[in-house]
């Protein structure tokens, strides 16, 4: 015989409110997803913003050497 696979969630588990754990499911997947992208955007911020400014100085007006951009004087 072959054995069933048994889909059913453990503890306990209540058919009211359906519509509810469906707003709280949403309102939990939102804020998964806008913790996930913060967390993104704060690591493409720290990673980009120094090479960002120097992408912009090298495309300045008066052409700096890199040397010139990178020393503190």
Do not use: C
Not at 12 to 31: L, M, P, W
Not at 45 to 54: A, D, E, K, Q, R
Not at 60 to 69: E, G, T, V, W
């Amino acid at each position: 015989m072959a054995s069933r696979v048994s889909l059913k969630s453990k503890g306990k588990t209540t058919n009211k409110g359906s519509k509810g754990s469906d707003e709280r499911s949403i309102a939990q997947s939102v804020k998964e997803w806008t913790s996930w992208t913060m967390k993104k955007a704060k690591v493409v911020t720290h990673y980009g913003f120094i090479p960002l400014i120097i992408i912009i100085g090298m495309n300045s007006d008066p052409k700096p050497q890199l040397s010139q951009l990178l020393s503190p004087v």
